[in-house]
């Protein structure tokens, strides 16, 4: 019998921080299999499919657990606050969380993203507070239940659990963030969905507030949630710098969110700002052997310019050495995180390759094929180490290797390509890049592939309309001002419409940047009528030359330098644009 059933009920979610002892490991509870023959599994309905789908999200940003793999159930019958997550992996979820979350529509996908990240945290960290409750079970099998639920809660005052459950928390905000969830919609200083939740949980049946240290927890709970999401705009706006290529002002950005919260992702980001403005120096120091120069020919397997673009300043080696060492010591930062991490050591592979410490990058490309065989990112970058080294047969070999993994694989068709051209295999040339058009034929790459081919390029058509987010002036709306640490940034959004206005000074170069974005919910379109939910195909219709496509972890941002213009893709969706100038 669940002697601790009505504790459960009302308690579980504050509760499962859990850890201690590890409990009797032969209980039936603790496996799936249980739950699946106790209550009503449910998978049809429209919020369990966007359940779902916020789940696969999450887990593509969410760090990973050694040696399960997280799954979601969802449950019609379970009664509300039995969120909780099982040894097996397993992530348990009552049907009426997700109705919770979703009595705002807007938000529900943000909120949802929080409870199940903070599960996920647990699973991450192998805390299982089923585990703790069991074994309370079986310790006092016969206290009466006030009895218990006294034990229960002294149990949880521990620093430990204190701290794994705040930790549960941050980390579901800064999972929630990095997936591209609008952290606004679950703290800020306007909304206090984290304590409604809580209390829908029924944590504050327990005692009298005053003096009831849930109650204390959950102020501070908010208070440290809303710093960190406030701190968050310092990341999202760092990654759409980034994208726009403004490098100086995402650094500044990301260097202010790093020192409040040191992550993995962050110093990935910092690492790959840094990394442009390395290739940029590097492109300028090599100008004159850029057509034989195998870093500026080849295509490596990270977010990128497609092309760098060569400017007329001097060469630059001695700030290309800068750079790359500091485009090395933020990857360094990201493994030292989370030394499992493909994305942070494939993208140190790339450094140090540029750097031209090729035996350095073809050890972190192996390490990421140890972690993650089917990464044929790792087999590409590989290639493209072995034409820096002259084996020519190793090259193909990577290449192809590649392309066992992904057939239509952009970066490696071109490679194959640019290498059976570079030893004069025209036939085998010819046949890649072919390939390559039926895969891109947009890009600044397909270009440099018709080039080569001999084929006309076709003029990319001059704009001829005009992009803009309708705005109003911030004066005349309530504005919700956010407090950032860096005084030179400006944030402001407009609940009506769904806008994001923001307005940044980088110190390093006293450059002005203002950005405006429509977020999820706005309803204007831009001027070839792309709207919040377009699909990515009707966008490469509309806009069919993107100055870059830049990959997240969770979809791709396409660039229109010329329009100012830049698509948030996720899902193979629009789910946010903006419009940016730079002054
Ligand atoms: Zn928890």
């Known amino acids: ?39 009503r599994r449910v998978t049809h309905l429209q919020e369990c499919k966007e359940a779902h ?145 809580y209390g829908a949980c029924g944590i504050n049946m327990h005692g009298d507030a005053a003096n009831n240290p849930v109650a204390e927890r959950l102020n501070a709970l908010n208070r440290r949630l809303n710093d960190i999401s406030s701190h968050l705009d310092l990341f999202n706006f760092g990654v759409r710098l980034y994208a726009i290529g403004k490098y100086d002002a995402a650094i500044e950005l990301l260097e202010k969110f790093v020192t409040q919260f040191p992550s993995r992702e962050v110093f990935n980001n910092l690492g790959l700002c840094y990394y442009q403005k390395a290739l940029a120096h590097y492109a300028e120091w090599k100008h004159e052997t850029a057509g034989n120069d195998p870093h500026l020919i080849y295509r490596v397997s990270m977010a990128i310019d497609p092309v760098p673009r060569l400017r007329n300043r001097s060469l630059d080696q001695h700030a290309f050495h800068e750079m790359i060492a500091h485009a090395i010591k933020n990857f360094e930062e990201a493994k030292a995180k989370d030394a499992n991490y493909e994305t942070g050591l494939n993208n140190l592979g790339c450094a140090h390759l540029l750097k031209g410490e090729v035996d350095f990058a073809k050890g972190h490309f192996k390490k990421t094929l140890e972690l993650k065989q089917n990464y044929h ?58 390939k390559y058009l039926q895969v891109d034929s947009a890009s600044a790459y397909a270009n440099i592939v018709r080039e080569l081919l001999g084929q006309k390029i076709p003029t990319s058509p001059s704009p001829n309309f005009v992009e803009s987010i309708d705005l109003p002036h911030p004066a005349t709306e309530q504005s919700n001002r956010i407090d950032t640490p860096a005084m030179e940034m400006f944030k402001f959004h407009d609940w009506r419409k769904q806008l994001d206005y923001f307005q940044f000074v980088a110190k390093a170069t006293g450059e002005k940047i203002a950005l405006r974005r429509a977020a999820e919910g706005h309803k204007g379109v831009s001027a070839k009528g792309i709207g919040i939910g377009a699909s990515e195909k009707l966008v490469s219709e509309k806009y069919p030359y993107p100055h870059s496509i830049k990959a997240t972890t969770t979809g791709a941002l396409r660039v229109y330098a010329d329009l100012n213009l830049v698509f948030e893709i996720r899902d193979g969706k629009v789910r946010a644009w903006y419009l940016y100038s730079a002054m």
């Not at 009302?10 to 699946?36: H, R, V, Y």
């Not at 039995?82 to 529900?108: H, M, Q, R, W």
């Not at 180490?385 to 992904?406: I, P, T, Y």
Request: proline share 4%; net charge neutral.
């Open 1 to 39: 019998m669940f002697k601790l059933k009505h504790l459960l009920l009302t308690g579980l979610f504050l509760s499962n921080a859990g850890l201690a002892q590890p409990a009797e490991p032969e209980n039936s509870k603790l496996k799936i299999d249980f739950w699946l023959s106790q209550y």
């Open 53 to 197: 789908e916020v789940f696969e999200t999450l887990l593509k940003v969410a760090d990973k657990p050694v040696g399960v793999l997280p799954k979601l159930f969802i449950f019609e019958n379970l009664a509300f606050g039995k969120t909780l997550a099982l040894p097996d992996g397993s992530i348990i979820l009552p049907f009426d969380v997700i109705k919770f979350c979703f009595k705002n529509p807007a938000y529900g996908k943000a909120r949802l993203a929080f409870v199940l990240g903070h599960e996920l945290k647990h699973i991450v960290r192998g805390d299982y507070a089923i585990l703790r409750i069991l074994k309370f079970d079986t310790t006092f099998p016969s206290a009466s239940y006030s009895t218990q639920l006294r034990l229960f809660w002294k149990s949880m005052e521990t620093q430990q659990q204190k701290t794994f459950e705040t930790e549960a928390d941050e980390f579901a905000i800064l999972y929630a963030a990095l997936a591209g969830y609008d952290t606004d919609a679950i703290v800020s200083s306007t909304n206090n969905f984290i304590s409604e939740y």
């Open 377 to 434: 990112e790792a087999h590409n970058n590989l290639g493209v180490a072995s034409v820096v080294e002259g084996r020519v047969s190793d090259a193909f070999e990577n290449f192809k290797n590649a392309l066992k993994l992904k057939p239509d694989y952009p970066e490696s068709i071109y490679n194959l390509g640019r290498l059976s051209y570079q030893l004069g295999q025209t036939g085998a040339a010819k046949t890649y890049f072919k």
